[in-house]
């Protein structure tokens, strides 16, 4: 079989990589253990959250699924940080897992250029191609290949994964499937170096046997505000969720089996999210702690299974039982499911470029928990980035290389390869220093002309777009010309205590109902925060003729006289792509940077003489 793009994994970050190869051409074979195991949802059955919901606008703002996905199987909204500025609010979503993995599959089997092989990949092949080696294609384990010019490696934690039930250890990548040992070895046999990291997941318990009346709950936004640009609203029945705590009897149930828990017996040596650590962690790391939230997530309409959201852990079974069971409205609760830890390998990222094409073997691209990250958003963005750039170098193209200041998929990716993460890599809205810029409405105005340069953005999605920035720059038009009071209604709007539906309050001929309310939105926001947009854009302006001093893959740091030994041997490791990139490289100092900028100019003066 030949395919001009292999992807490997079913998950997130394979759908997207997948969908975007495919989009921008390329013949494309998506290989998965299991058809039914595509947009599994491993862990919590939600889309999005802070920080994680501006990159689901990104993926859907650059013609990705995941947002087009949750609004079909969503099943709860809320638009998370409400209370504060409009740069850190988040939209978040409940999903119904079995819909979100059925809509998925129904995408991608009907994706042109797109073909679904099941199987497990065993080797990655290569050939030796003047001056190095590259990719080739793959061999399955029951001797299938498929050859190809470009392979994503998106294996999520199935790479030699091993789960923890307290001391019982099981190889899989997830609960009942088996993991990827050979693929492990292969990558070693390649010359990659592995590591080692952690994630887990709670118990799932039944929600026939949860008793709601002492319980908050915890209803969403009416109305549901959707995720995709695409989706003009949300049509099908929202569930509520419910919140409970721990308490001092749970935490001396776990304190007194610590001896038991493979966290602190040694039995599990790598390293979990620090965001989102075990119960087990919380209760040791903050002692003066009594209670510890836990949301109790429906997984479904016509599912029994409700995730204890707070309460991960790899506590022997009898332990997990007892610490449920202690839990106000839990005490007669049946886990359906009991929580675990799992080991994987992952490929540290200072041998990935920034276009996530590993260093050493050209055509290989790696994407989602392989280089570091947690959560089904990070990995889907990559995912995105990974297909992308893999169908655009085999059309001969530059890679798609999105800056801090485009995007959070841009903050991500910047990070981990200049910072290969110690942990699983979560995104914040912290993380990014243009955090007003890079709110989730606006995303579309950001990356849509972008996505649709590099074909991943289809003629509907952009005439939706150019309807709602025509709407847009009306909009502020209109706000500049209409006077008020000797005021133009732009600055009305800037007062706090005005918005564009009681502008019509002080001026009854006024009408916004002709607009998009998310063109509305959009503009109110930017009209609003003007003074801070300006300012915030000097910053970039000043930090981006950095970027402009673009480093080859080539230069020879020996060369550069004055320069650190460690600073040379950093940069060397990292291969940076520009100054910018260079400074952010943990242990390069400003001086180390001057000291390059002389030696960059310097050659830059000689090749215009030359």
């Not at 802070?50 to 909204?77: N, P």
């Not at 929202?238 to 828990?261: D, E, G």
Request: aromatic letters at 6%; glycine letters at 8%.
């Amino acid at each position: 079989m030949n395919a001009d793009v292999v992807v490997i994994g079913g998950g997130h970050a394979g759908i997207e990589a997948a969908w975007a190869a495919s989009r921008i051409g390329a013949q494309t074979a998506l290989i998965t253990i299991s058809v039914e195991a595509i947009g599994r949802m491993s862990c919590n059955p939600a889309i999005g959250g802070i920080g994680k919901g501006q990159i689901v606008r990104e993926i859907d703002a650059m013609g990705g699924l995941m947002a087009l996905l949750t609004d079909q199987a969503g099943i709860q909204y809320r638009l998370l940080n409400r209370s504060k500025g409009p740069a850190v609010w988040s939209p978040r979503a409940q999903a119904d897992r079995k819909l979100y993995s059925r809509f998925a599959i129904d995408r991608l089997q009907h994706a042109p250029n797109l073909q679904i092989v099941e199987g497990m990949v065993a080797q990655i092949l290569t050939r030796h191609e003047a001056p190095a080696r590259r990719v080739s294609g793959v061999r399955l384990e029951d001797g299938r290949t498929i050859h190809a010019s470009a392979v994503i490696l998106a294996a999520g934690t199935f790479l030699r994964g091993l789960l923890h039930f307290g001391p019982d250890q099981r190889p899989g990548g997830r609960i009942d499937e088996p993991p990827s040992d050979n693929l492990s070895r292969n990558l070693e046999a390649l010359g990659f170096r592995l590591g080692r990291l952690k994630t887990g997941t709670p118990p799932r318990i039944d929600r026939d046997t949860i008793r709601y009346e002492p319980l908050a709950r915890q209803d969403g936004d009416q109305p549901p505000l959707p995720f995709s640009f695409l989706t003009n609203r949300i049509d099908q029945p929202q569930v509520p969720c419910w919140i409970t705590w721990t308490n001092p009897a749970t935490h001396a149930a776990i304190r007194a089996n610590l001896h038991r828990a493979p966290l602190y017996t040694g039995q599990i040596a790598s390293r979990g999210p620090r965001y989102c650590p075990s119960i087990e962690d919380k209760v040791v790391r903050f002692p003066d702690k009594d209670r510890h939230q836990i949301f109790l997530e429906p997984e479904g309409y016509d599912s029994n299974r409700i995730y204890c959201n707070g309460l991960p852990t790899s506590l022997p079974i009898d332990v997990q039982e007892a610490m449920i069971c202690s839990i106000e409205g839990l005490q007669h609760a049946k886990i359906l499911q009991f929580g675990y830890a799992v080991e994987y390998d992952w490929v540290p990222t200072d041998q990935t470029s920034a276009w996530l094409e590993a260093r050493a073997l050209p055509g290989l691209f790696f994407a989602g928990q392989i280089n570091g990250t947690s959560g089904y958003e990070e990995a889907a963005a990559q995912g995105l980035i990974a297909g992308t750039n893999a169908a655009l170098k085999l059309a001969g193209r530059d890679p798609l290389i999105l800056g801090r200041d485009q995007a959070y998929i841009g903050v991500m990716i910047d990070d981990l390869v200049t910072r290969p993460p110690a942990e699983p890599y979560r995104m914040f809205t912290s993380r990014a220093e243009y955090r007003l810029h890079l709110r989730s409405d606006n995303a579309d105005t950001r990356l849509t002309p972008i996505a649709r340069q590099t074909g991943t953005v289809d003629d509907a999605r952009w005439a939706a777009f150019q309807r709602k920035q025509t709407q847009i720059a009306e909009l502020t038009h209109l706000l500049d010309a209409t006077r008020h009071q000797g005021r133009s209604l732009t600055e009305w709007l800037r007062r706090p205590e005005m918005t564009l539906a009681n502008l019509s309050a002080l001026l009854p001929s006024w009408d916004t109902a002709r607009f998009d309310p998310a063109a509305g939105e959009q503009v109110e926001i930017a009209t609003k925060y003007a003074g801070y947009l300006v300012r915030e854009q000097r910053q970039i302006d000043k930090l981006a003729e950095l970027e402009h001093w673009k480093i080859a893959p080539s230069f020879d740091y020996a060369a550069v006289p004055h320069l650190r030994f460690e600073a040379r041997e950093k940069l060397l490791a990292h291969q940076p792509i520009s100054l910018g990139q260079a400074l952010r490289i943990s242990g390069i100092t400003p001086a180390d940077l001057t000291v390059l900028m002389v030696h960059l100019d310097a050659q830059r003066r000689q090749t215009r003489i030359a």
